[in-house]
Each structure stands twice: as C-alpha cells, then as structure tokens.
C-alpha cells in the first residue's frame, strides 16, 4: 500500500494500457462488468471491484499534474 505525497489517502498503483502509471484510491467504489476478449467472437465477462481514480478525488491534484 501506499500513500498520495500530498492528502495521505491509502493509494494503489496500477499502470495504464498505454503504460503510464495512474494512482487509484484504495477502497472501491463499487462493483462493475469487465469484457474479457477470446478468441473469434467469444466474449467473457467477470465482475470485478471499481476504484476512482486518485487523480478525480485527491483535493490537490492540479500539483501533480504535468504541463501540457
């Protein structure tokens, strides 16, 4: 487990499909349905906890933010 630098929050670090790593809060906010592609036309589905992104609820995002 870790902690955000700035509001302290319980955080998990998870890496993004495009290879960025993204900080999600610890606890889930839900449930979901993730779609699992097979081979062909087969598709599986399995429900699977939700985290928000820490980046949506930490209170001092914008200093950890990168220029655009």
């Known amino acids: 487990m870790s902690r955000c630098r700035s509001c302290n929050a319980e955080i998990i670090w998870t890496v993004t499909d495009a290879g ?3 900080p999600v809060d610890r606890e889930p906010t ?3 349905i993730a779609l699992i592609p097979l081979a062909r036309d087969e598709i599986r ?3 699977v906890d939700v985290h ?3 980046f949506v609820t930490c209170p001092n995002a914008d200093q950890h933010r990168k220029a655009s």
């Open 45 to 47: 589905s399995r429900v």
């Open 30 to 32: 839900g449930k979901g």
């Open 20 to 22: 960025k790593k993204m």
């Open 52 to 54: 928000e992104s820490h």
